[in-house]
Nanobody, 124 residues
């Protein structure tokens, strides 16, 4: 089992930045691919970006150039740096982990472990 705990959410003005962190309880997360998803009120959970166990990233078009995912395997952490935030980015943000290979990291069903989420609110 793995527990994931997100932190770093909050209220920010449009154009501002936030850095989300996700701490994994399991040692040796380097074999896991890690994803970030978000869910806005009244909407389905959507994929934001991910970083594979090899370090490759797959951001969705709407966050390219604004959001960057990174990982620190030594400390079992994954981060989401969010810049140029706008009100459409308001959502609960979740990190997730999977050790499956050859799957779509954009599909939430492929992740075995999920955090509880952290709220990000962007005011206009």
């Amino acid at each position: 089992q793995m527990q994931l705990v997100e932190s770093g959410g909050g209220l920010v003005q449009a154009g501002g930045s936030l850095r989300l962190s996700c701490a994994a309880s399991k040692q040796n997360i380097q074999s896991y691919s890690l994803g970030w998803f978000r869910q806005a009120p009244g909407k389905e959970r959507e994929y934001v970006t991910s970083i594979t166990w090899t370090g490759k990233t797959w951001p969705v078009d709407s966050v390219k150039g604004r959001f960057a995912v990174s990982r620190d395997n030594d400390n079992n952490m994954v981060f989401l740096q969010m810049n140029s935030l706008n009100p459409d980015d308001t959502a609960v943000y979740y990190c997730a982990a999977t050790d499956l290979r050859g799957i779509s990291l954009g599909d939430a069903r492929n992740y075995q472990y999920w955090g509880q989420g952290t709220q990000v609110t962007v005011s206009s």
